[in-house]
């Protein structure tokens, strides 16, 4: 049973840091791409960011460019997500999700139950 349970979410002021964690089980972790997604109230899910399967590429949504860096850990079987210089727009539960292409987000088919941040101003 593949398993994806993401760690970390909370409260933070305007411009603090906090990191996420999502540890996985069931699946051989190194052969899956690994992505964040997060869903605001009233929004629909969208991407945050990508690794592939080795950790040499990665792809960032606009909106956190420069401020969230993804990595993982293979050894660990965990995926985890930096998140500097946070704004009341990253308020939103995080998502982790496992798919075959760090390319293809959309054929992610695995995932987590997800983490709220929330942002205060």
């Known amino acids: 049973q593949v398993q994806l349970v993401e760690a970390g979410g909370g409260l933070v002021q305007t411009g603090g840091s906090l990191t996420l964690s999502c540890a996985t089980s069931g699946l051989t972790f190194g052969t899956y791409a690994m992505g964040w997604f997060r869903q605001a109230p009233g929004k629909g899910r969208e991407f945050v960011a990508t690794i592939n399967q080795s950790g040499g590429f990665t792809s960032y949504a606009d909106s956190v460019k420069g401020r969230f860096t993804i990595s993982r850990d293979n050894a660990k079987n965990t995926v985890y997500l930096q998140m500097n210089s946070l704004k009341p727009e990253d308020t939103a539960t995080y998502y982790c999700?496992?798919?075959?292409?760090?390319?293809?987000?959309?054929?992610?088919?695995?995932w987590g139950q997800g983490t709220q941040i929330t942002v205060s101003s």
């Open positions: 999700a496992a798919g075959p292409s760090a390319t293809r987000t959309s054929l992610y088919d695995y």
